[in-house]
């Protein structure tokens, strides 16, 4: 590999308007360093709706609101980054239609922003049911949202939290880690069971039992105010009084400026697998890029279009989008890992690859599990909990296409060989 | 020629590093990155700050040596 940073030439358009990335969250501040780092050497304008400096988004309900980070730990840029890496950074500054025909960005404020190459990253924001204007009501998207949050996590106060996922357990977790009364409400008697299949769900939502007051199986039907706090119906007519309510049940895509333009939105942006958008017919249209939240992109393993909600995936994408920008012949398939993280409850809960499918085997060691997913004997996915080495390792394998069975035999030795170690194990 | 260095302090062994560049990383049994080598040709720059990138804790740092 010759030295890009030197020796690549400039793209050829890069004479004219630039890289325009809409989005400075993780995958498109991604997208333009890894521009940089790749050899790309025309403007690069990043434009945001929030005036935030660009941050990143885990930390938000998990040690940004315990406080053991600040605002500052979460920059997604380091300091003096991208001014550095000369990216030109407009924040507060929402786009709202992009005109292809002159390939523009039109923005809210009237500024338009002409391209060469766009790279939508407008991600997602929380969905909010028709209650969450209430006082006292909160999803989590961004660092206000979190701060708004922290300030409601007053030791001995109540809260109930509406919807099971990854950031409603880690909402709990945080919200007991600050004292406060949580209790885990979701409609599912399984909640992870849609992602993890039905035993690895049970299993994880036995282990959520053991650690928070949970209503699973029963859903929230209305939240109103009561006397300074609020009051949640349950779906079996039941009622919870709680201080604050805090609302964890998915996504809206922020796809609004796009409705009137050609790209084609199907569940997300949808793209081919190296991240070209795609118009109604199926075809590339041409120098527009999506990546992160928003993106659907097809995902050659399943043989179908995945959208992921996840930071890896919006990292590995970024990677790509930045090469095929800069080598537009060059575009290579994406091959997602699927890998996601969740922190909650003192444990470290990691996936990748395909963690539906129903063959599955859980090898236990005391505090630390995993389950091994196969489909006609390879291992194509992998839930650990506590247990990063063998998440890598089966990481590893996944993508190398090896069988389940020699992860299950790693793991029942590394499982021996800790209980041999241990005394009185 | 550069060098990457890790902050153990910030690791937390989600090994996406390991994924992208495992002839640099690997992480041990406590779940922390393990620095395989440390001198970054120039020729290679380009994949470890890719690695680099995919820490979710911006861990590891790739810098002139
Ligand atoms: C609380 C929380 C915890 C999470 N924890 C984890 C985790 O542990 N592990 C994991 O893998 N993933 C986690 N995620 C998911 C991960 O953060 C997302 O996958 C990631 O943020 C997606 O990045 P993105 O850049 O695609 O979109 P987003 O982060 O949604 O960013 C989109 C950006 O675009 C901007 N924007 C939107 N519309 C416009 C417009 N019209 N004009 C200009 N700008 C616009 C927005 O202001 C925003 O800054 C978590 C998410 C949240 C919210
Ligand atoms: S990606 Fe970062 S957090 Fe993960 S093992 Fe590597 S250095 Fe540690």
Redesign the interface.
Known sequence: ?????ASRPAHPDDRGAGVVIVGASVAGV?TA??LR??GYAGTITMLDAESAEPY?K?PLSKNLLTGAASADDVRLF?EGEAHELEIDLRLGVRAVSLDLGARTVVCESGERFPFSQLVIASGARARRPAWASLTGVFTLRSMADAAAIRERLVPGSTVAIVGAGFIGAELASAAQAAGVQATLIDPLATPLARILGSEVGALLADWHRSKVATEFGVGVTDVSPEAGSLRVTLSDGRRLNADTVLVGIGVELNVEWLLDSPIHLDGGVLCDASGRALDAWGDPVPDVFAVGDVSRWFAPGRGAHVRVEH??NA??QS?VVARAVVDPGGAAAHHP?F?V?S?QFGS?I?MSGYTQAEDVVVVIDGERWVALYADGGSLVGVVTVNW??L??LA??TI?SGGTRDVMVEQAQALREHAAAARPGG | MAIVTANLSLC?????C??AA?DYFD???D?LVVLLKTDVP??????V??AA??C?V?ALRVTDA
Do not use: F, H, L
């Open positions: 590999m010759a030295d890009t940073r991604r360093q890894a780092a790749e990143d885990p380091g930071w890896t990292v590995e990677q890992s890998a993280w922190d470290k990691q990063p080495r998440q890598m990481r590893r993508a | 937390q062994g989600y090994a996406n390991v994924v495992d992480i041990d049994d779940g120039d020729d290679q720059r380009e994949r700050e890719a990138r995919s979710p911006s």
